[in-house]
């Protein structure tokens, strides 16, 4: 009796062996491809670490240009008269500053 278990158990192995292995590299690609870490999941985190270093590098020249910026309001001779005739309205010794009004604006929304 268990030679005839065996020897049924043999046949199906053997009947179906192909089947099976075929299955199980069938789920292993689909898992490869789909699963938590298969190739869109680390595809999708490779754009997502690419936009983050392009951000990155964006925020690290808008600091250097703000260190700059820093640096030559606290240094530079013309950046500060600059600032101090357009934003302090100072003038140098013998200008005249003339203040103009704001353009009227009509009731369309348009300016004269």
Known sequence: MTID???KLK?????????????????????????????????????ELERVTAELDRLNKENDALQQEQ????????TIR??????????????IIIKLPPPAIEPGGRSK
């Open 82 to 95: 600059k600032i101090a005739r357009e934003e302090l309205l100072l003038a140098e010794p013998g200008e």
């Open 5 to 7: 278990i065996q020897e």
């Open 71 to 78: 640096q030559d309001l606290k240094s530079d001779p013309q």
């Open 11 to 47: 046949s199906l192995v053997l009947g179906y062996g192909r089947y099976l292995l075929a299955l199980i590299v069938v789920l292993l690609l689909v898992h490869d491809v789909f699963g938590t870490h298969g190739f869109l999941a680390m595809r999708k985190k490779q754009q």
